[in-house]
């Protein structure tokens, strides 16, 4: 019988320091996963997904992307600037609530 685990992140795809994203790592490289069979690969990763699939296989494991949605180059290029723009708006709201709150100590 085969030993399956289900692992659900939270996370944007940007965000390389997710707790579970960077145990997956860890498991692929100490060569516990032999298939990861992932629904989104931008999900993942949205950038550097041919460089995380290099690592699997290397490693020995085959990654399984289910969604092979393909998009058009220009339909790639406005999703991954609406992400980044999501992304970076995100940390500046961030960085605002965090100056508001050490200002009221």
Same mark, same amino acid.
């Given at each position: 019988?085969?030993?399956?685990?289900?692992?659900?992140?939270?996370?944007?795809?940007?965000?390389?320091? $997710?707790?579970?994203?960077?145990?997956?790592?860890?498991?692929?490289? &100490?060569?516990?996963?032999?298939?990861?069979?992932?629904?989104?690969?931008?999900?993942? &990763?949205?950038?550097?997904?041919?460089?995380?699939?290099?690592?699997? $296989?290397?490693?020995?494991?085959?990654?399984?992307?289910?969604?092979?949605? $393909?998009?058009?180059?220009?339909?790639?290029?406005?999703?991954?600037?609406? &992400?980044?723009? !999501? !992304?970076?708006?995100?940390?500046?709201?961030?960085? $605002?609530?965090?100056?508001?709150?050490?200002?009221?100590?």
């Amino acid at each position: 019988m085969a030993n399956v685990e289900f692992i659900e992140g939270v996370g944007g795809g940007l965000n390389f320091n $997710r707790q579970k994203f960077l145990a997956l790592m860890d498991d692929i490289g &100490t060569r516990q996963i032999r298939t990861l069979i992932i629904a989104h690969k931008d999900r993942l &990763t949205r950038f550097g997904f041919e460089w995380f699939e290099h690592y699997a $296989r290397h490693n020995d494991c085959e990654v399984l992307v289910l969604n092979q949605e $393909r998009l058009s180059p220009e339909q790639e290029m406005v999703q991954d600037l609406t &992400t980044i723009v !999501c !992304c970076f708006s995100s940390r500046l709201y961030g960085l $605002r609530n965090y100056k508001k709150s050490q200002g009221k100590r």
